[in-house]
């Protein structure tokens, strides 16, 4: 079955995520790019950071109202996201967002479908992305959010490496959402003995401006809470 052949089928459309995430080639592929990007000292990228932007990018849709069809995709698409990383870090997203426009044909999304979660593949980079629909802010926001000490490899303060330093400083990070409020917060406890708030905010500031035009989208404000202490 392809994409031009299928009918919708919304009991099908639940088990996207399901196929999406236990398909050997796309696991393969992912563990593949973390690897990768291990070789070029970027910090992890693999199965826990798809798994976690996943879970968040359909949380983030479910709580705001969304339907069960818009979650799903959110979810494959924050799944995906950085797959493209297994041919190149530069502009991943738009190579990510190419080659899954054949990978998946196997798999029963409509063409629709397939393009809204293409698209959120494609715009999720700072340096360019666009946020065309509420899958892409959904894996924006799960994207950027996923900042944490468990995504470096192996810390060695020695190294001076601003983006080791703060993924490294950051004890917990949650991404709440409120929708009576409309208000999507990151929730940060940072260890300010490893990293400072500038420097957070010196490599994460277009992030921040992303997510808050991602928020926008949704029509949410969005904020930003470090130990506590809420930036808006
Ligand atoms: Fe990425
Ligand atoms: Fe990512």
Known sequence: MNTTEHERNPALEHRLFELIRNDEEIIELIKLANEHLGVIGFTE??????????????????????????VELARVAGFLHDIGNFICRTDHGQTGASILYVMLKRFPFTTRQLGKVLSAVGNHEEQYGQCFNETCAAVVLADKADVHRSRVRAYDPANHDIHDDVNYAVTRSDLIVDPDLREIRLDLDIDGETASMMDF???FMSRMVMCKSSAAYLGCTFKISCNGTVVS
């Open 45 to 70: 990228h693999g199965i826990r950071h798809a798994s976690i932007v996943a879970r968040w990018s359909g949380s983030i849709l479910s709580t705001l109202g969304y339907p069960d069809e818009e």
């Open 201 to 203: 905010f010196e490599i």
